[in-house]
Structures are given as C-alpha cells and as structure tokens.
C-alpha cells in the first residue's frame, strides 16, 4: 500500500492551498482516511478524516472551520481545501489510511496503518 501525498507549497498567510492524497493497492471506498499534521517541535495531530463510504467527513475543531476534507472514489483520491491559512498552519501534512470493517472516521492516528511522506505546508506571515 502507498499513500502519495501531494499539493503544499509556499502560500501567504489568508491564502488556500489544496492537497491530495492517492493510493495506491488500497481502495479507499474500503478505508477511513485522514489528514493529520506534525509542526516542527510539536506532536503529530488529526486535521481531518472520512469514512470509507464517504458520507462522514470530521474535522478538528481548532481548524476553525477552515479546513474541508472530500473524496472522490472513482479515482481513489481524497482532498484536504485548507483556506484562510495562517503561519500556525505550516507543518507536514499526511494522509493516513486504515481498511476498516466500521464505517466511522477515526480521529487517533493508532488506528491508521497506512500513512503517505507527507507534504510541507508553508504558510508566510
């Protein structure tokens, strides 16, 4: 299984960015799937996940709103739209991905087994 995170970048701080998340020997309509972000110094935390049917989207509260995740099945993709950033936003980001016999988000990253390299998210004040 290998999750291939893409899509950070340098952005101004008020800006969007959109990342992506591909698998591949996982199909994700059979996986919960999440975005989680480690800053530097800081411990690893739960943006955002989804089920694996693609009908529960949960996103951390401290996000504010700002953060949507979605999926699209047809090309085993899933999506974090991260808008109105800010410098406290920059870290790596990584997708996680876990086949799952409930349909639930999980929001710990003890529950997934698959996770993608990351991808850095810089955003300048």
């Known amino acids: 299984v290998q999750l291939q995170a893409s899509g950070g970048g340098l952005v101004q701080a008020g800006g969007s960015l959109r990342l992506s998340c591909l698998a591949s020997?996982?199909?994700?309509?059979?996986?919960?799937v999440g975005w989680f972000r480690q800053a530097p110094g800081k411990e690893r935390e739960f943006v955002a996940g989804?089920?694996?049917?693609?009908?529960?989207?949960v996103n951390s509260s401290s996000m504010k709103g700002r953060f949507t995740m979605s999926g699209d099945n047809a090309k085993n993709t899933v999506y974090l739209e991260m808008n109105s950033l800010l410098p406290e936003d920059t870290a790596v980001y990584y997708c996680?991905?876990?086949?799952?016999?409930?349909?639930?988000?999980?929001?710990?990253?003890?529950?997934?087994?698959?996770w993608g390299q990351g991808t850095l998210v810089t955003v300048s004040s």
């Open positions: 989804i089920n694996r049917s693609a009908t529960s989207t």
């Open positions: 020997g996982l199909t994700f309509t059979s996986a919960s």
């Open positions: 996680a991905a876990d086949p799952q016999t409930y349909d639930v988000v999980y929001t710990s990253s003890m529950n997934y087994r698959y």
